[in-house]
């Protein structure tokens, strides 16, 4: 399970980058590329491997004036996890 | 047409077609020795740039030996800079401590190194050279730089056997990816194919193989993950080359030439645009050779009438060109091809007893080993001294 304060990181097998020609966030890693819905992006620019799972919550909930989004970055943060995007054993 | 034609998403740069090795299954093509001369630094880092503005994210240095150019430090950099993600595609003859630092730093995000054995033997064998320990201490150079690495390693009936220990092999080396690329016959493998294809029993405990090792690796935590490239014959179902034609996928051979996937160039009556001349927007959305198997217009009813056609594209024209002697056939895999016995015919050769190349030893110098014909250029302009032509027998080589 991922901690209130975890600090997540994008592991160093992908890299995160804006698109424009797709006007999205995507993923890169080995001749692949995963391209990003909006919320996905949003939490993973923030994986910094600096700021904690619960910094991350507030500064979205402040940037989207919307609360209660911590149960929805966790359960994201966790498939993410488990994908390998993120830094750590799944 | 080109209304509803993407951007290229993927940028193979074939930087040169020169390479240390001799592989028996190289996918260049047969005649490289008479293509013209590379495109310089210049013309490439344009190239770079309006692939890049089109919106292609995938670059892949590739040849022949990327390794072999000495601006690929340069050209890295470059298309560092205007944003892809940059894969080698390597041998790793010539990967030194050095240069692995110095394109590490030039922005390199990626290493893809090919491994043709488990053993030294075979690998010295299949490339004609003696690389194979050399080839061990690059893996770990590449490791040491802090690159992620995937092992690639072509398969066919002489390795096939080794698949287990080749998966431990990549696993020790620290690989993140291992690609088991069964054979594809185009190019050196279309010549070599009677002496490399394996039979379906061959190809089906080697899968048994891979899938247990998944589970292993799985079990174990290991990150290794490992991508089985089907094998194009053996499947009873035509492969969607590429994505489809011109569909995410450019190739840029080393004199500029612009294509649609690493073999297409053989292909009668189409004349691809070189990038010297032409720019990629324009090559990638009007030119008659990029447009001509876009879409499902140009297919004849068994494909155009098919419910797959939206999936697999109407599968592969060099496959159709090579087996049916038409590009616009009917890929020859497809159960539904009037020409699928001449696969089924090549498949049952596979089965029959062989004369042998024994023994696998590796010979200094050697053009050919029984039947096998090494990558050369004495070799490649030899066998296309006459134009190449369907072969109305093609079990025979």
Not at chain 2, 153 to 171: K, S, Y
Not at chain 2, 250 to 270: K, T, Y
Not at chain 2, 277 to 293: I, Q
């Amino acid at each position: 399970m991922i901690g209130a304060h975890d600090t997540p990181q994008v592991a160093p097998l992908f890299r995160l980058q804006f698109e424009p020609v797709q006007a999205a966030w995507v993923l890169l890693y080995p001749e692949g590329m995963v391209k990003l819905n909006t919320p996905a992006a949003e939490i993973l620019r923030r994986c910094d491997g600096q700021r904690s799972v619960d910094a991350i919550v507030e500064e979205l909930e402040t940037a989207f004036s919307h609360c209660g989004l911590a149960d929805d970055v966790r359960a994201f943060l966790e498939q993410a996890r488990g994908r390998g995007w993120l830094r750590g054993a799944p | 047409m080109a209304n509803d034609v993407r951007p290229p998403f993927w940028l193979l740069a074939e930087l040169t077609y020169r390479c240390p090795l001799h592989c028996v299954f190289c996918s260049n093509p047969i005649d490289y020795a008479r293509h013209g001369e590379e495109v310089d630094t210049a013309t490439w880092k344009r190239v770079l740039g309006e692939a890049r503005a089109l919106g292609a994210v995938q670059l892949g240095f590739s040849g022949g030996e990327p390794l072999l150019r000495d601006d690929l430090e340069e050209l890295v950099a470059h298309a560092h800079r205007l944003g892809f993600y940059t894969n080698l595609i390597t041998s790793g003859i010539g990967l030194t401590v050095a240069r692995a630092r110095a394109l590490k730093r030039s922005g390199l995000d990626h290493v893809q190194l090919s491994f043709q054995d488990s053993t030294r033997e075979l690998n010295d064998f299949i490339t004609s050279t003696r690389t194979f320990d050399l080839k061990s201490r690059v893996a770990a150079v590449i490791k040491d730089a802090g690159y992620p690495m995937v092992l690639n390693c072509v398969m066919h009936r002489f390795n096939l056997p080794h698949v287990g220990r080749i998966i431990e092999m990549a696993q020790r080396m620290g690989a993140d990816y291992l690609e088991l690329a069964n054979t594809q016959y185009y190019g050196w493998a279309w010549h070599n194919r009677a002496a490399l294809m394996p039979t379906a029993l061959e190809l089906r405990d080697a899968e048994a193989l891979v899938t247990a090792h998944r589970e292993r690796l799985r079990a174990g935590g290991s990150p290794m993950k490992i991508f089985w490239v089907s094998p194009d014959y053996a499947d009873a179902r035509p492969k969607p080359c590429m994505s489809g034609w011109g569909a995410v996928f450019l190739v840029v051979a080393p004199d500029g030439v612009a294509l649609p996937c690493h073999s297409a160039r053989m292909l009668p009556g189409l004349a691809f645009p070189n990038l010297r001349e032409t720019s990629v927007r324009a090559a990638w959305y009007d030119s008659d050779a990029f447009n001509r198997y876009r879409g499902t217009a140009w297919m004849n009813d068994t494909c155009g009438n098919c419910g797959d056609r939206d999936k697999d594209h109407a599968g592969c024209r060099c496959q159709a060109f090579l087996v049916a002697g038409d590009a616009a056939a009917t890929d020859p895999v497809c159960p539904k091809s009037p020409h699928r016995d001449r696969i089924d015919a090549m498949l049952q050769a596979a089965g029959a007893p062989r004369d042998d190349v024994a023994p696998l030893r590796f010979v200094p110098g050697a053009a050919t080993a029984g039947a096998l014909v090494f990558r050369g250029e004495a070799a490649s302009l030899a066998l296309s001294a006459a134009p190449l032509v369907c072969d109305p027998d093609p079990t025979s080589s």
